[in-house]
């Protein structure tokens, strides 16, 4: 075993869509170390999601992992069956849903739908020790214990939110993936969770997979970047390279939609054609046809995962900086 948590390789992800498969993840390799924050990020569309929802097999009747490992801690959670995945589910492996903040059960107080998820990973826990420890993990995600009580609907999108990030630790994961967990809410609620999750993943030690669309927000929490376009890792690696060294355009387009600290939110205007159709992906490298550096091979064939030292990898034949 490599030590690390989570190993992934070229992991494959499918929809079946009516018009045809839909290739959402295409050859994604990884791995997180135990600790580690990786931030994922992305355009919308480029598979996200779905490489979120697949590592805890939880893709949609419709999607379904089409190849690859996903090894935790060496056991490989792809040709486990539903009983035999249960088990990792929210106790080692975690998940703070895209739009969670609506995703609470309306109709059950905070409380008892955290109560069943602690009971669900402790059976024998007493009504005393859940009551304990969500009062804990109220405190934890700075909600207060006597609010527990409460239904989702009277709750803030903040609250909500912060809920949501409490169900997510209740079992106390190795590792949590958070998919946009603060997209919704405005600057300020975003920048304070952002800071608490922060906290809470350094006092716990907690491997975590934050993805964003907005590599800003990532390069505040994560050590390590991975860029995704169209369903594949463009570049990965420690985020001061990614930032001050992009290997693959893609990487260099998003960074330049990063806002300035004073000016308007931009979006990736600077990107000359259509974000891709998953459904029939451009050949060769996925991001050619918008791509200010393509030559001929990058349609013609896929660039291989390089690593550029460093623990700094990208998919490019004509990375920048290393003009021939
Ligand atoms: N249930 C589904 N059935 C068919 N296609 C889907 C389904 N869910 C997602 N897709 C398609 O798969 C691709 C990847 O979608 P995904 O939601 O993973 O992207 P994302 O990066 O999370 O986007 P966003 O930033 O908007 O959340 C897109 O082309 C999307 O249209
Ligand atoms: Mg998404």
Known sequence: MDGNLLTVENLSARYAARAGEVSAVDGVSFALARGEVLGLAGESGCGKTTLALSLLKLLPENGRITGGRILLEGTDLVPLSEDAIRPFRWRRLSVIFQGAMNSLH??????????????????????????????ELFRLVGLDPALAGRYPHEYSGGMRQRAVIAL??????????????????????????LREMQTLQ???GMSMIYISHDIAVLAEISRRIAVMYAGRLAELGAAVDVFDNPLHPYTAALLASVPSLHGPRTRLVNLPGEPPDLLNPPSGCRFHPRCPRARDVCAEREPAWEDFGGGHFAACWNPAGRDA
């Open 168 to 193: 997510a630790l209740a079992c106390r994961p190795d590792l949590v993936i958070a998919d946009e967990p603060t997209t919704a809410l405005d600057v300020i609620v975003q920048d304070s969770i």
């Open 106 to 135: 309306p109709v059950y107080r905070i409380a008892d739908q955290i109560r069943e998820a602690l009971e669900a990973c402790d059976p024998n826990m007493s009504r005393q020790q859940a009551d304990d420890r969500i009062s």
């Open 202 to 204: 350094r006092r716990f």
